[in-house]
C-alpha cells in the first residue's frame, strides 16, 4: 500500500542550526502538507503546497520556515535557526482527492 | 471558541464496549469530516472519510456528522484492547488543498 515516507525518524540539534526534514509523498497525489505537534498537544497545520507554489500557511509558518520540492518526488521542511519551541514531531501527509495520510513523522529535539 | 472542540478524556472502557467519541465544531463552512488513529508517537493514521452529514460505516467502526448541529461522532463497536489510542477529529472546507483542522484528541484505553 502506497505511503508517506519520512527521514530522518529522530534529529537532535543545538539551537540556532539548521534542520532539513525530508519526506516522499505518495507519487499519484498532488497535495502536499507539514503539520507540527508538540509532544501532548493537538496536531497543527503549517504549511501547503500545491503546483510548486504554497497554497497556504499558517501564522507559526513564519520565515524561519521554508518547503521545498527540490525533484520530482521529494518534499522538504527547512527550519532555519531552531530554536528550543520548535521541538515537535513534525508530520508530512499528502492528499488526493481529499483524503489526507500522513508519514510517521519525524522528531525533532533542539537543545 | 475553539474551531473544533473535542473532549480529552481519556476514556476507559472494558473490551467489548461501544465506544462514543465526539466533535463540536464552530465553522459552518466545514464540509468534510476525517477521523484519525494516532498510536504514541506515531503519525495519525486515516479511519473514516465522509462529506457532509449522514452516516459511513466501515466494518466496526461508524462516522455520524450532523451539520445542523455542529457535531460529528465516532462509534467503535465490540472495541478491542488494540483500538487504544488516541482518536483525532478533523475536517476542512473542501477536498483539496485547504487545510485540515484537527481536535485536540481523545486517548481511549480498552481494558481487557
Known amino acids: 500500500e502506497p505511503e508517506v515516507t519520512q527521514t530522518p525518524s529522530h534529529q537532535v540539534t543545538q539551537m540556532g542550526q539548521e534542520v532539513i526534514l525530508r519526506c516522499v509523498p505518495i507519487s499519484n497525489h498532488l497535495y502536499f502538507y507539514w503539520y507540527r505537534q508538540i509532544l501532548g498537544q493537538k496536531v497543527e497545520f503549517l504549511v501547503s503546497?500545491?503546483?510548486?507554489?504554497?497554497?497556504?500557511k499558517s501564522e507559526i509558518f513564519d520565515d524561519q520556515f521554508s518547503v521545498e520540492r527540490p525533484d520530482g518526488s521529494n518534499f522538504t521542511l527547512k527550519i532555519r535557526s531552531t530554536k528550543l519551541e520548535d521541538s515537535a514531531m513534525y508530520f508530512c501527509?499528502?492528499?488526493?482527492?481529499?483524503?489526507?495520510?500522513f508519514g510517521e513523522g519525524s522528531r525533532l529535539t533542539v537543545l | 471558541q475553539k474551531e473544533v472542540e473535542q473532549d480529552p478524556g481519556p476514556l476507559s472502557v472494558p473490551e467489548g464496549a461501544i465506544v462514543s467519541l465526539n466533535c463540536t465544531y464552530s465553522?459552518?463552512?466545514?464540509?468534510?469530516f476525517m477521523w484519525y488513529r494516532q498510536y504514541s508517537r506515531k503519525g495519525p493514521e486515516l479511519l473514516m472519510y465522509?462529506?457532509?452529514?449522514g452516516n459511513k460505516e466501515d466494518g466496526r467502526f461508524t462516522a455520524q456528522v450532523d451539520k445542523s448541529s455542529k457535531y460529528i461522532s465516532l462509534f467503535i463497536r465490540d472495541s478491542q484492547p488494540s483500538d487504544s489510542a488516541t482518536y483525532l477529529c478533523a475536517m476542512n472546507r473542501s477536498g483539496g488543498y485547504q487545510k485540515v483542522t484537527f481536535g485536540t484528541g481523545t486517548k481511549l484505553q480498552v481494558i481487557p
Open positions: 465553522n459552518s463552512a466545514f464540509q468534510y
Open positions: 465522509t462529506y457532509s452529514s
Open positions: 503546497f500545491y503546483n510548486n507554489e504554497i497554497s497556504e
Open positions: 501527509a499528502s492528499m488526493d482527492t481529499g483524503e489526507l495520510f
